[in-house]
């Protein structure tokens, strides 16, 4: 009989290939699954539990959780998620490369296995005002990294199909350097949609419907399906998967807040949602399993011998709750628990990043366009429109937070439905400047300016006074305490939010508002610069609108 390190007995073990459903044991070695088969020895009787591979997010941005990785690392383990690529794009955008090493060092000391791309876009476009400038030779030099998976999503994409030169050298760099680039194109249709994959782009999470994705697949792309906390595409997506096109879809969350983790679930809550939509099991698991392990080329994602000893032991395939997660064959986390703690990695270089000076009642008045014309946004979607300006509707400000220039953007917000005070954060992808939303200049300023001392985060403000706050300190986007404390408070702000700020009911307060100054993403948004078509990708200013 061979020697293991540990045999789990009595499982019904997932074949997420074929699809079937066996009795087996599974025997570990050495990290690795050593062989899954009947009478393997002595072991750890499983009472018939469903073996899975363990989960992998197949794009995220830690940094979206409010959690710094060791944190977010307690939160999703628990869940089943073994795997993650990780894209601190967020950080970088902050601190640059001094986030981006920090991200690394504080996700090694715990066993969840995160793949750590280089951002490729900070800033996100050249219309954004971020603390950070990484250029192509930086790209390059990073990509030379063995701890730099690869090269992270291109939201670039005028720049890609106008044959931008910086765009394009990076795109070279990590061919080059022989690693995967992620995709992000919404709406790319057509002969751009064609050039954009060409460039050797081969992922989108960016798909709003069926339609979107099938004409990603037919790019020669793979499409990775977003269900998070302010994007959630799974429902419109699933009429385009098939058995013959299976293979190439993937699930992820993108953003996912710590509220929802610990709430709801991560890539469990994915699984759960796929299959009362009619999905499969076994096909909901591929995406969340085999299929992202193959487009990234990681020896995991299936229960077979010679794979990473990553196994999620569930009672059931319909909500997908953990007992238990092993990572590389060791038990991590037992019942929602984590069996692991981790002390947060050197914080000197990503702390105190709030450069701003008090915003004061001028920066506040709508002018020029801004009294034309109001952000329109639709919830459940990161999709933001124009629409006519209309006197009574709350505004919108975005105020540069990095080098002290006092500069804001301000205009109307229709479709988010605040009122009686404001909220602001310091979380605005992908250049997070400060936003804010309110019906009250005295609310706005008084939730903007209580962001100061604390060095970043969340401040909801009703009829003049602060009534909630999360400081998020790292990077004035995330926590170091644990993340039933930060999901607690972010809670609490959100239903604060929708019952006390009568915030839109189908939004999701932080997130929704988090997501309204970004470039790259259609149709329009404001930055601190003022109201940009994202669509012609100018300054609407400029754009003789």
Known sequence: MERFDKVLKNCRALDVRAGGIGKADIAFRNGLIAAVGENLGEGEDCGGLFALPGF????????????????????????GTTTVVADPHEIANVCGMDGVDFMIADAAGTPLEVKMMMPSCVPASPAESGGAVLDAGAVAAALARDDIFGLGEMMNYPGVTGGDAEALAKLAAARAA??????????????????????????????????????????????????????????????????????????????????????????????????????????????????????????????????????????????????????????????????????????????????MPPVTEDKLRLAGTARRYALKMQAGSLIKELAPFKEGLPKLCVAERHKNTGRTGVCALDGYGIKGGAIALSISHDAHNVVCAGDSDADMRLAMNSLLPM???????????????????????????????????????????????????????????????????PHACLTDRGLFDADKFRFIRDAGV
């Open 455 to 521: 060095g970043g985060g969340i401040c909801a403000v009703k009829n003049g006074k602060l009534a909630l706050s999360l400081a998020l300190p790292v990077a004035g986007l995330m926590s170091c305490a644990p993340a039933e404390q930060t999901a607690a408070k972010m809670t609490a702000i959100n239903d604060f939010c929708k019952k006390q700020l009568r915030v839109d009911a189908e939004a999701e307060p932080v997130m929704a508002l988090s997501f309204l100054a970004l470039t790259v993403i």
């Open 56 to 79: 992998i997010d197949a794009h995220v941005h830690i940094e979206s959780s409010q959690l710094i990785p060791s944190r977010f690392a307690e939160a999703v383990v628990p869940r």
């Open 178 to 355: 022989g690693k995967p680039v992620d995709g992000h194109f919404p709406g790319g249709k057509g002969p751009e949609l064609a050039a954009y994959a060409a460039a050797g782009i081969s992922s989108d999470h960016e798909c709003n419907d069926a339609d979107e994705a099938r004409d990603k697949l037919a790019a020669g792309m793979d499409v990775f399906i977003r269900q998070g906390s302010a994007g959630k595409q799974l429902l419109a997506i699933l009429p385009a998967v098939n058995e013959g096109n299976i293979a190439r879809f993937s699930l992820c969350t993108d953003d996912c807040c710590a509220a929802d983790i610990l709430n709801f679930g991560h890539i469990d809550r994915i699984l759960a949602q796929a299959t009362a939509a009619g999905v499969p099991a076994a096909d909901a698991v591929r995406m969340a399993t085999l299929n992202p392990a193959e487009h990234y080329g990681l020896n995991c994602g299936a229960i077979e011998r010679g794979r990473q000893a990553d196994v999620v032991l569930v009672p059931d395939l319909e909500n997908f709750k953990p007992l238990r997660v092993y990572k590389r064959g060791v038990l991590v986390a037992e019942r929602g628990k984590a069996l692991f703690n981790a002390a947060p990695a050197d914080l000197s270089k990503v702390t105190n990043t709030l450069r």
